[in-house]
């Protein structure tokens, strides 16, 4: 495996899930997708075992999903935005990571390409600054972030049109029914093309065919 993707959307097939997907495939090279929602993965204890050998001691997912990392040579991480804040599986595996980090930076070097999904663009680049932050403090060379304009889940959960708490008349300023037939698939929107331009050059890269890759800069930096 050369590339490991994490999704922390719960969604079956959601367009997180097929965004992340498509960077992988775009590589041309192996990868292993996982889907947070279908491990344990805790957020951190801070329980301080991992110091001495950055192995983090709760008996949960992480372990096993830390040695996946450690053998890839670059991660694709894709969250979502509920309630305006990154979800909470992205932001357990982020908080997770601080197991690898400490004295020794496991993970330093490994190139990372970013996802989130979400209703509002300034919610998502917050988002992606969040995750941004984590990858600085991990010494990791951030590649790329991709913003993907998501669906309130009340077009599809069957009572959008009668609950009065429904989010559909604060997206959409007419009134519509609530149906599938208006979410955005992430297959139609601009970022795909930005995804599969990402996961070539990030190919690219591993195999040896050009020599450097964009770097995010984060506002930590010193330059």
Same mark, same amino acid.
């Given at each position: *495996? ?5 999704? =922390? ?12 997907? @498509? ?11 996982? %889907?947070?929602?279908t491990v344990n ?24 999903? !830390?040695k996946k990392l450690?053998? !890839?040579?670059?991660? $694709? ?7 305006? $804040?990154l979800d909470g ?5 982020? /908080?997770? +990571?601080?197991?690898?980090?400490? +004295?020794?930076? +496991? ?29 600085? *403090? /991990? ?18 959960? =069957? ?20 149906? %599938?037939?208006?979410?955005?698939? $992430? /297959?139609? @929107? ?13 190919? @690219? ?19």
């Open positions: *495996m050369k590339i490991l993707g994490i999704s =922390g959307s719960p969604v079956p097939g959601s367009n997180t899930d097929r965004l992340v997907l @498509q960077v992988l495939k775009a590589t041309g090279l192996d990868f292993e997708f996982v %889907k947070l929602s993965v805790r957020p951190c204890l801070a329980c301080k075992a991992c110091v001495e050998d950055n192995i983090c001691k709760v008996n949960d997912d992480f372990p096993a999903l !830390a450690l053998d !890839a040579q670059a991660l $694709v991480i894709g969250g979502y935005t509920p309630y305006r $804040v599986f992205t932001k357990a595996f982020l /908080e997770r +990571l601080w197991s690898m980090r400490h +004295l020794h930076s +496991l993970n330093e070097n490994k190139y990372v390409i970013t996802i989130i999904s979400g209703l509002f663009k300034e919610i998502r680049d917050g988002a992606l600054d969040a995750i941004a932050t984590e990858l600085f *403090m /991990e010494r990791m060379h951030h590649v790329a972030e991709l913003s993907i304009e998501g669906n309130v889940p009340c077009l599809t959960c =069957g009572y959008g049109d009668n609950c009065k708490n429904s989010g559909i008349p604060h997206v959409f300023p007419n009134k519509i029914k609530a149906s %599938k037939d208006h979410c955005i698939a $992430v /297959e139609k @929107q601009p970022v795909w093309e930005e995804a599969t331009n990402a996961g070539n050059l990030l190919g @690219q890269f591993l195999r040896g065919e050009i020599d450097s890759l964009p770097y995010i800069s984060h506002p930590f930096s010193v330059s």
